[in-house]
């Protein structure tokens, strides 16, 4: 005959203290990846127009 034991606790706060900053560096985060993908969309862009340029 089995005993019921309850399943163990565990709690839904983090154990270290939330970070001032958080969001502030997810905003900065976010931000480098929009910076990332216009120059690369750039880049692009500027490669293509060259690739144009030397095919006509």
Known sequence: MATYTPPPYFPQNSLAPPDKNRYRKFKLL???VVLL???LL???LVG????????F
């Open 48 to 55: 293509a127009v060259y690739l144009f340029k030397w095919l």
């Open 30 to 32: 976010m931000a480098g």
């Open 37 to 39: 993908l216009l120059l």
């Open 42 to 44: 750039g880049g692009a």
